[in-house]
């Protein structure tokens, strides 16, 4: 269960209609509309065109509410700061996605040159330590 949310619902899963999404945000169900057509909120949708709302969508309808009134935002400044804090959130997961993949890599080589070196120690022959000194001569030519 996920904040009354029904068993397999997770916090995207879009399940309350305009009416509850609006009492749950603090917001007028017509505002709700004005936001979904304006882009800021895009609740999901039934075969019969119905919106639901997820909670995630209700957590962003009281961002939107505060940035508005709180802050002072306007509607389009709200609409850019969404869209910045969604790339955001879009490269973050690419940064992890690409750090597991270096990490999965960096593993890979570390195992690879551990099979490697462990080879080259059945083909070692030890050697006596000596130290010579060899001088050439080359011979003259007359």
Known sequence: MFGGL???ADEDTPVFVISVAA????????????????GLVSPGRTSGGGRRYSMRDIALLREVQRLSQSDGVNLAGIKRIIELENQVDALRARIAELTEEVRAAYLTAEQTAATVHASYRKDLVTLRQQTALVVWKPKRRN
Do not use: V
């Open 6 to 8: 029904p068993n397999d």
């Open 23 to 38: 009492q749950l945000s603090g917001l007028h169900a017509q505002t709700l509309r004005s936001y979904d057509r304006q």
